[in-house]
């Protein structure tokens, strides 16, 4: 047995011996008793025990029982003459280590096994150098893919997340064979993992980490289990602040573990395992600057191996001008002893002349008597991709992707640092929340391909108006925001809004088209009117929507009595909530009478709300909060609900066939599926067919009609419930929507009705609005009738029915029904 490393090596390999002792690898020779019988520094340094208490002992009294069970098998198998390599988690006595390593068996002259060096090295600290991902959109998801990364996109609100194939792919799946699912994923990792993934996740929702970041392990179609690296960062936020979109990547680094597994018997072994690696190896001569590299290196940078001379002047004459000093410092310090190691990223030129980045780890294996280095040892690693992929990544998630103007995210940071600015230096700053004004007019009419060209020019043309020092940022949709720091001059802002204001007016040329716009303008002042970041987006966002009030076009400063102003709508919302909850909202009727007749047939449900201090709050009021607010489904929900309860006692004292309209707001159709599941349920558990009920919807929802809301439309149909257009003739190309949808009934807007009489244009078109309705099958409903010539000319004009003060204003259930005892007392 080896009492020494020459014994081991060979006297002839006293310098080796040497060389393997400096190594940053931990290097060991255990005989076929289990009995250490060398150790170089760095196991020494792993266990701190000196080399008379590990020599000669067995491995169970040195690294305990636990570690011992995890390592004996694959000293066995070392012993019965294989080579060994493995990589785990051992159990020390001083705590855990994650471990890759090497067991090479050592003969005797007649082919015994007499024992087998273990190199080991630490690759806990790996798990934690890896760099921070994000990923965006198809482009980045093609550039990660081409990096060899799976692609995620999720959105948790739903739990829909898109794998891309790449994705897939790693784990064994084909494209079909997993469904776009975050439990998909979830149920696939492995438990031990699951909490600190789930933690790791939510630590970035709530803020606490800029990215998310976490390893586990996967479980494949074949059952193997997987290491990945996986990347993430919140790109959408919904009001409250809560994640609606995530993205990131999958890399898959269980060949980058096994590859950073440096194991030798010997120098040479040493090289040959981290050139198996993919990784280049260099050696360097630090006195004279002299290198020997690896193949693998060489052709990192596109050159032939042979002839490759990598001297210190070659590599500052590849290495590029901005990335000198970062190297040379780190250089410095790892041989001046301030580092453990050398360990630093730069870009050095190909052969090609191009630029690659390179990840260059090493560290001093040899001084000399005075403790002066000598020698380093060390790797490259090309990481080109994946800084191609961080600046991508970066890109995507502080760019805004259609203008190239920094995002919401980039905006918020900028406008952050020119606060502490402004502060320091003692001037003011400008925030401008700038909205074009009819750019979804645009999209409806000539398509969101122009829109996108529109918002373009839109914000270039915001660009030319303000300093390179000044921020202008699209926030999204067609809102973008412009941060103006460092103000000497009181009336730079107002100056600056005329010139954005001036640009916007004039006509922009797309596309064969003259668009006209204009923009509305709210600005807001630090620290006068706010000393926070999100106080002045909120007051800047007030001044924008007076100013639009005041008719677009123009700009307005921020005031308090707009923050009062916002503070009202606010306890409104407080009230209206309250309201709801305690039923405090009420349903009243409007007759809709049939022109031949002149009998009531039909009636408009309506919300009414009496405010215990206010009064009657009016529909106009509360009617934007609750769909702003969300509140609207649940009004929606009392309306129906009141109306079949009051049309089925109508039908059956009344009228069979008798109908009750209730409004839906484009809000409602945004809504869930089963939320009119349960509606048309609801019916069918009062005995009520689905034609007791019709559904007035508006133009501007069919003008936006999404699978969603088509599907919807067509679900009341198959149920039998009416469809009617409110408000006809006042949206946007309303004659091309009512061929391509199921509507029953046109509801002729009162702006039509005010000033009907003989020989009047109103009369006209409301003829021409009639008669095409009928050509179409349709059946009309005028709307605010409020005189009996307007009912007459209506009734000549073939109009079908009428609703107004001239029968009646809206009521409460028990007066409408009066109008109808009377009615059938009438006709009997």
Same mark, same amino acid.
């Given at each position: 047995?080896?009492?020494?490393?020459?014994?081991?090596?060979?006297?002839?390999?006293?310098?080796?011996?040497?060389?393997?002792?400096?190594?940053?690898?931990?290097?060991?020779?255990?005989?076929?008793?289990?009995?250490?019988?060398?150790?170089?520094?760095?196991y020494?340094?792993?266990?701190?025990?000196?080399?008379?208490?590990?020599? +000669?002992?067995?491995?169970?009294?040195?690294?305990?029982?636990?570690a011992?069970?995890?390592v004996?098998?694959h000293?066995?198998?070392?012993?019965?003459?294989?080579?060994?390599?493995?990589?785990?988690?051992?159990?020390?006595?001083?705590?855990?280590?994650?471990?890759?390593?090497?067991?090479?068996?050592?003969?005797d002259?007649? +082919?015994?096994?007499? +024992?087998?060096?273990?190199?080991?090295?630490?690759?806990?600290?790996?798990?934690?150098?890896?760099?921070?991902?994000?990923?965006?959109?198809?482009r980045?998801?093609?550039?990660?893919?081409?990096?060899?990364?799976g692609?995620?996109?999720?959105?948790?609100?739903?739990?829909?997340?898109?794998?891309?194939?790449r994705?897939?792919?790693?784990?064994?799946?084909?494209?079909?064979?997993?469904?776009?699912?975050?439990?998909?994923?979830?149920?696939?990792?492995?438990?031990?993992?699951?909490?600190?993934?789930?933690r790791?996740?939510?630590?970035?929702?709530?803020?606490?980490?800029?990215?998310?970041?976490?390893?586990?392990?996967?479980?494949?179609?074949?059952?193997?289990?997987?290491?990945i690296?996986?990347?993430?960062?919140?790109?959408?936020?919904?009001?409250?602040?809560?994640?609606?979109?995530?993205?990131?990547?999958?890399?898959?680094?269980?060949?980058?573990?096994?590859?950073?597994?440096?194991?030798?018997?010997?120098?040479?072994?040493?090289?040959?395992?981290?050139?198996?690696?993919?990784?280049?190896?260099?050696?360097?001569n630090?006195?004279?600057?002299?290198?020997?590299?690896?193949?693998?290196?060489?052709?990192?940078?596109?050159?032939?191996?042979?002839?490759?001379?990598?001297?210190?002047?070659?590599?500052?004459?590849?290495l590029?001008?901005?990335?000198?000093?970062?190297?040379?410092?780190?250089y410095?310090?790892?041989?001046?002893?301030?580092?453990?190691?050398?360990?630093?990223?730069?870009?050095?030129?190909?052969?090609?002349?191009?630029?690659?980045?390179?990840?260059?780890?090493?560290?001093?294996?040899?001084?000399?008597s005075?403790?002066?280095?000598?020698?380093?040892?060390?790797?490259?690693?090309?990481?080109?991709?994946?800084?191609?992929?961080?600046?991508?990544?970066?890109?995507?998630a502080?760019?805004?992707?259609?203008?190239?103007?920094?995002?919401r995210?980039?905006?918020?940071?900028?406008?952050?640092?020119?606060?502490?600015?402004?502060?320091?230096?003692?001037?003011?700053l400008?925030?401008?929340?700038?909205?074009?004004?009819?750019?979804?007019?645009v999209?409806?009419?000539l398509?969101?391909?122009?829109?996108?060209?529109?918002?373009?020019?839109?914000?270039?043309?915001?660009?030319?108006?303000?300093?390179?020092?000044?921020?202008?940022?699209?926030?999204?949709?067609?809102?973008?925001?412009?941060?103006?720091?460092?103000?000497?001059?009181?009336?730079?802002?107002?100056?600056?809004?005329?010139?954005?204001?001036?640009?916007?007016?004039?006509?922009?040329?797309?596309?064969?088209?003259?668009?006209?716009?204009?923009?509305?303008?709210?600005?807001?002042?630090?620290?006068?009117?706010?000393d926070?970041?999100?106080?002045?987006?909120?007051?800047?966002?007030?001044?924008m929507?007076?100013?639009?009030?005041?008719?677009?076009?123009?700009?307005?400063?921020?005031?308090?009595?707009?923050?009062?102003?916002?503070?009202?709508?606010?306890?409104?919302?407080?009230d209206?909530?309250?309201?709801?909850?305690?039923?405090h909202?009420?349903?009243?009727?409007?007759?809709?009478?049939?022109?031949?007749?002149?009998?009531?047939?039909?009636?408009?449900?309506?919300?009414?709300?009496?405010?215990?201090?206010? +009064?009657?709050?009016?529909?106009?009021?509360?009617?934007?909060?609750?769909?702003?607010?969300?509140?609207i489904?649940?009004?929606?929900d009392l309306?129906?609900?009141e109306?079949?309860?009051?049309?089925?006692?109508?039908?059956?004292?009344?009228?069979?066939?008798?109908?009750?309209?209730?409004?839906?707001?484009?809000?409602?159709?945004?809504?869930?599926?089963?939320?009119?599941?349960?509606?048309?349920?609801?019916?069918?558990?009062?005995?009520?067919?689905?034609?007791?009920?019709?559904?007035?919807?508006?133009?501007?929802?069919?003008?936006?009609a999404?699978?969603?809301?088509?599907?919807?439309?067509?679900?009341?149909?198959?149920?039998?419930?009416?469809?009617?257009?409110?408000?006809?003739?006042?949206?946007?190309?309303?004659?091309?929507?009512?061929?391509?949808?199921?509507?029953?009934?046109?509801?002729?807007?009162?702006?039509?009705?005010?000033?009907?009489?003989?020989?009047?244009?109103?009369?006209?078109l409301?003829?021409?609005?009639?008669?095409?309705?009928?050509?179409?099958?349709?059946?009309?409903?005028?709307?605010?009738?409020?005189?009996?010539?307007?009912?007459q000319?209506?009734?000549?004009?073939?109009?079908?029915?009428?609703?107004?003060?001239?029968?009646?204003?809206?009521?409460?259930?028990?007066?409408?029904?009066?109008?109808?005892?009377?009615?059938?007392s009438?006709?009997?």
């Amino acid at each position: 047995m080896p009492n020494s490393p020459g014994d081991a090596f060979g006297d002839d390999l006293q310098q080796l011996q040497h060389l393997i002792d400096a190594l940053p690898v931990c290097i060991s020779f255990v005989d076929r008793e289990y009995r250490y019988q060398f150790i170089n520094a760095v196991y020494i340094d792993w266990f701190g025990l000196p080399r008379s208490a590990v020599l +000669g002992r067995h491995v169970i009294d040195v690294i305990g029982k636990d570690a011992f069970a995890h390592v004996r098998s694959h000293l066995d198998q070392a012993f019965s003459g294989h080579a060994v390599s493995y990589e785990t988690s051992i159990p020390y006595k001083h705590g855990n280590k994650d471990i890759a390593a090497q067991l090479f068996p050592v003969f005797d002259k007649q +082919g015994e096994v007499r +024992g087998c060096y273990a190199m080991v090295v630490d690759i806990s600290k790996r798990k934690q150098d890896e760099e921070q991902l994000h990923l965006n959109e198809e482009r980045w998801k093609l550039a990660l893919e081409g990096s060899g990364d799976g692609v995620w996109d999720w959105y948790p609100q739903t739990g829909v997340e898109i794998l891309s194939d790449r994705l897939k792919e790693i784990y064994g799946y084909g494209k079909d064979d997993i469904a776009d699912l975050s439990a998909e994923l979830d149920r696939r990792t492995h438990p031990h993992d699951r909490l600190q993934m789930q933690r790791d996740r939510q630590a970035h929702f709530d803020g606490q980490t800029p990215i998310y970041i976490n390893e586990h392990r996967v479980q494949c179609k074949d059952g193997r289990w997987k290491w990945i690296l996986t990347r993430g960062t919140v790109i959408e936020r919904d009001a409250a602040g809560k994640p609606t979109r995530v993205i990131g990547t999958h890399t898959d680094i269980s060949e980058r573990k096994q590859a950073e597994v440096a194991l030798r018997e010997s120098e040479e072994r040493l090289r040959m395992a981290l050139s198996a690696t993919n990784q280049g190896l260099y050696d360097v001569n630090v006195q004279t600057g002299e290198a020997i590299v690896s193949a693998e290196y060489a052709n990192m940078l596109g050159y032939a191996h042979q002839g490759f001379e990598e001297n210190r002047n070659n590599w500052e004459a590849r290495l590029h001008p901005g990335d000198f000093a970062v190297a040379e410092r780190a250089y410095r310090s790892h041989l001046e002893g301030r580092t453990k190691e050398y360990r630093v990223e730069f870009r050095q030129r190909t052969a090609t002349g191009d630029w690659s980045w390179i990840l260059s780890v090493g560290a001093v294996v040899e001084w000399d008597s005075d403790g002066k280095p000598l020698r380093m040892l060390g790797t490259v690693l090309d990481i080109t991709e994946k800084k191609k992929s961080e600046a991508l990544i970066w890109q995507q998630a502080n760019i805004d992707t259609l203008t190239g103007l920094p995002n919401r995210r980039m905006f918020y940071d900028r406008l952050d640092h020119d606060m502490k600015l402004s502060k320091r230096r003692k001037l003011s700053l400008a925030v401008l929340f700038i909205d074009l004004d009819f750019f979804k007019e645009v999209n409806d009419t000539l398509g969101h391909a122009t829109g996108d060209i529109l918002l373009v020019e839109a914000g270039q043309r915001l660009r030319n108006c303000v300093r390179e020092s000044d921020t202008v940022a699209r926030l999204g949709g067609d809102e973008f925001t412009v941060s103006l720091p460092e103000m000497r001059e009181q009336d730079r802002a107002e100056v600056v809004a005329q010139n954005l204001i001036r640009a916007m007016s004039t006509p922009f040329q797309i596309a064969g088209e003259e668009i006209y716009l204009s923009a509305s303008v709210g600005i807001t002042i630090y620290p006068r009117d706010a000393d926070n970041l999100d106080d002045l987006i909120k007051h800047a966002d007030q001044a924008m929507y007076a100013a639009k009030d005041q008719g677009r076009n123009r700009f307005s400063y921020f005031t308090p009595s707009l923050q009062t102003a916002a503070l009202a709508r606010l306890r409104m919302t407080n009230d209206l909530r309250v309201a709801i909850a305690e039923q405090h909202l009420q349903v009243y009727f409007q007759p809709i009478v049939d022109l031949h007749t002149g009998r009531i047939q039909k009636a408009e449900a309506l919300v009414r709300w009496r405010h215990a201090q206010l +009064g009657f709050i009016s529909p106009m009021e509360f009617i934007p909060i609750a769909e702003t607010s969300g509140m609207i489904l649940a009004i929606g929900d009392l309306v129906f609900r009141e109306s079949v309860k009051w049309v089925k006692q109508w039908r059956r004292d009344y009228h069979p066939d008798f109908q009750i309209s209730v409004n839906q707001s484009p809000m409602e159709f945004q809504g869930d599926q089963e939320r009119y599941v349960n509606w048309i349920q609801h019916l069918a558990n009062q005995d009520l067919p689905g034609q007791a009920i019709i559904v007035e919807i508006t133009e501007g929802l069919l003008l936006d009609a999404s699978h969603t809301i088509t599907s919807k439309l067509l679900q009341f149909r198959d149920a039998g419930i009416q469809v009617a257009l409110d408000d006809f003739g006042t949206g946007y190309s309303s004659l091309s929507y009512l061929k391509k949808f199921d509507i029953d009934y046109l509801k002729i807007d009162q702006s039509f009705i005010r000033n009907l009489a003989h020989g009047s244009s109103d009369i006209a078109l409301s003829e021409a609005i009639i008669m095409m309705a009928h050509k179409l099958g349709l059946r009309v409903v005028a709307e605010g009738v409020e005189t009996v010539q307007q009912s007459q000319l209506l009734e000549q004009a073939a109009c079908d029915f009428a609703q107004g003060y001239l029968f009646a204003k809206p009521l409460p259930p028990e007066e409408f029904e009066l109008l109808l005892q009377q009615q059938k007392s009438s006709a009997s």
